[in-house]
Every structure is written in C-alpha cells, then in structure tokens.
C-alpha cells in the first residue's frame, strides 16, 4: 500500500483532496498506466482497512452501482502489473470511489490532465475565499477613489445615495 507519497506528491489523505497537496508532474504512457494500477490496489487496501472485508465484497458493491458485472477477478487484474491488457474502466470510477471510500485515482486522473480535483465543499470554500478576495480589492478601489475625489463631490454622492435610498 501507499505510504501517503507518490511522484514527489503529499497526499492529505486518500478520500480527501487538499488545497495544499503539491500538484504532480503530468504523466502519460506506461508510467500513467502504471500508477492507475497502483491507485487502483491503494484503493481496494483502503477498503479493506476501512470494512470491506476483501475485493470480492468491493466487486459486488460496484456491480450493484454500475448495474455492470465486476468481478473480483478483474479487480486483481486491473491491478496486476503482468496484466497489460487489463484497463480498468473510466465508467466504473465512480463506483470504485463511492464503493472504497478513496479519491486518489479520481485525483490522479484530473492532475494527469493538468486539473485539480476537490471535493464540492471544497469549491465551495475556494469560492467564498474568492468572492472575499473581490470584495476587499473593491473596498481598496473604492477608498482610492474616495481619496481622489474633492469633499465637495463626496457630500455631493452621499446626498444622492441617501435619496435613491429610501
């Protein structure tokens, strides 16, 4: 199993996405098809620590969500390394990670093509901190231009506020 680092990556933990987990360097080819393996065998270990008693377990819960025959069998070949020919298939991905609990492959998945991935209530917070972020560089703006303007014009903008304001 893997011990929390992979391609001079940290992983927070493996059903967790973190802001501050070190993007990896792109990958394609034999070393990509290589590590979805290893994503894949990390993925079946976590379950197992995390209750699932064994693959065969694993295999029948992402058959039920996909409504698609997986095997225990074809789990050990997705991640046999002797079994080149054995791609594990993208349409059975959310099932693997609702079913084991871990998003690392999802995660390897979307940094291969140059994304990162987060869970929702993490683009949730990553977009209040923006929204946060617009609001104080308006608030600069605005006391910019406050500071340009003569008295005269502020009073002249107060009045006219107050009176649209009632």
Same mark, same amino acid.
């Given at each position: ?12 933990? #493996?059903?967790?996405?973190? &802001? ?5 360097? #792109?990958?394609?080819?034999?070393? &990509?098809?290589?590590?979805?393996? =290893? ?9 197992? /620590? ?7 377990? %694993?295999?029948? /819960? ?18 046999? #390394?002797?079994? /080149? ?5 993208? /349409? ?19 940094? *291969?093509?140059? &994304?990162? +991935?987060?869970?929702? =209530?993490?683009?949730? %917070? +990553?977009?209040?901190?923006?929204? =946060?972020?617009?609001?104080? *560089?308006?608030?600069?703006?605005? *006391? ?12 002249? +903008? =107060? ?8």
């Amino acid at each position: 199993m893997n011990t929390g680092k992979r391609n001079s990556r940290t992983i927070s933990a #493996p059903d967790q996405a973190s &802001f501050f987990d070190r993007p990896m360097a #792109p990958m394609s080819g034999p070393h &990509f098809a290589s590590a979805i393996r =290893e994503s894949i065998a990390d993925a079946l270990a976590y379950a197992k /620590e995390h209750g699932a008693s064994d693959r065969y377990v %694993v295999a029948t /819960e992402m058959s039920r969500i996909t409504g698609r025959d997986i095997t225990k069998n074809m789990l050990d070949r997705y991640t046999a #390394p002797s079994a /080149e020919d054995w791609r594990f298939p993208l /349409e059975a991905l959310p099932a693997l990670i609702l079913t084991t609990g871990d998003t690392r492959l999802v995660t390897l998945i979307a940094e *291969a093509c140059g &994304f990162k +991935a987060m869970p929702g =209530e993490a683009t949730a %917070v +990553a977009e209040l901190v923006t929204l =946060e972020l617009q609001q104080r *560089a308006i608030k600069k703006r605005i *006391a910019t231009a406050r500071k340009r303007l003569p008295q005269q014009a502020l009073d002249w +903008a =107060e009045r006219e506020a107050e009176q649209r304001g009632k």
